[in-house]
């Protein structure tokens, strides 16, 4: 899966969305990574939270050629497990732990930037308000956050904006 993203990403303009709610366990694995990959990647950075659509006004002005959108998804597999999802897989699943379908976000922000975008999504284990991470997932998080500052360091992106907040 790192070769696969690492050919997707390099050189080219990137978006990072994460999406979840840090309140509620393994839900907040989107908005922790932005939070981790601060200052360590060239890429726009976007904690969506629980509402990413609300975010599409500077997803737009952004200007990525690729956008990754990280969330915390039931793929029916073990507690921490990562899947890379394509636009086309997203639009048949139901895959996300929030109410709004993560197959219509994605397709709409394709729309609006016209932009590569695909999903990297995670397996949660918990995710019922004020629990905390799970382990699983917290080892997920390191190594997407491990995997991603690889991917997109600075030197090899000069076309990409300095991260924001």
């Known amino acids: 899966m790192i070769e696969q993203l690492r050919e997707r990403l390099q050189g080219k303009r990137t978006l990072i969305l994460g ?25 726009t950075l976007i904690d ?8 599409l006004g500077p997803i737009e002005a952004a200007g990525a050629e690729v956008i990754l959108i990280v969330d915390a998804a039931d793929l029916k597999a073990a507690p921490g497990d990562v899947a890379l ?14 109410n709004a379908s993560l197959g219509l976000l994605a397709s709409v922000v394709q729309r609006l930037t016209g932009a590569d975008v695909l999903a990297l999504a995670v397996q949660p284990k918990v995710n019922s308000f004020g629990a905390a991470m799970s382990e699983e997932v917290m080892k997920t998080l390191e190594g997407l ?13 000069p076309g990409n904006r300095p991260a924001e907040e």
């Open 85 to 98: 999802i394509e636009l086309e897989q997203l639009g048949k699943t139901g895959i996300s732990t929030h």
């Open 19 to 43: 999406i979840g709610n840090t309140l509620r366990g393994d839900d907040g694995l989107g908005p922790r990574l932005i939070e981790r990959l601060q200052g360590k990647v060239a890429a």
């Open 145 to 157: 956050e491990e995997m991603l500052s690889t991917c997109l360091r600075a030197r090899e992106q």
């Open 48 to 55: 969506g939270g629980e509402v990413p659509e609300n975010y």
